[in-house]
């Protein structure tokens, strides 16, 4: 039983995680590793972090530490997931990311 358990986990499960901070998106080439499947992007912690790292080239806007996280995700092909809204998801598509967290009805 406990077999068919880790069986089913490993075929269908999901490891996604979650960057909060510059040095995780910074170390994101470091999380492509056998096993994860994505990295969620962490917007409302993010803003924290590069909040008390202003000077930091990251820190200028959610969308340029994005595209970083990105280009850097790109390098090692592991995706990257954002949570998004309908308004938003054209926008994400063209930056390029193809992996979407909603809300239902939003």
Same mark, same amino acid.
């Given at each position: 039983?406990?077999?068919?358990? /880790? ?8 490891? /996604?995680?979650?960057? =909060? ?41 959610? =969308? ?16 990257? /997931? ?12 063209? /930056? ?5 967290? =909603?809300?239902?009805?939003?």
């Amino acid at each position: 039983v406990r077999s068919e358990y /880790m069986n089913w986990w490993n075929n269908f499960g999901v490891l /996604m995680l979650q960057v =909060e901070s510059i040095k995780a998106i910074e170390n994101i080439k470091k999380f492509a590793v056998k096993g994860v499947d994505c990295v969620s992007w962490g917007p409302n912690d993010l803003e924290i972090d590069r909040q008390a790292n202003k000077n930091h080239p990251l820190s200028e806007s959610n =969308e340029k530490a994005l595209i970083f996280a990105i280009n850097e995700c790109n390098k090692v092909g592991i995706k990257l /997931m954002v949570r998004n809204s309908k308004q938003d998801r054209k926008k994400y598509i063209d /930056m390029g990311i193809n992996i979407f967290l =909603e809300s239902p009805g939003a």
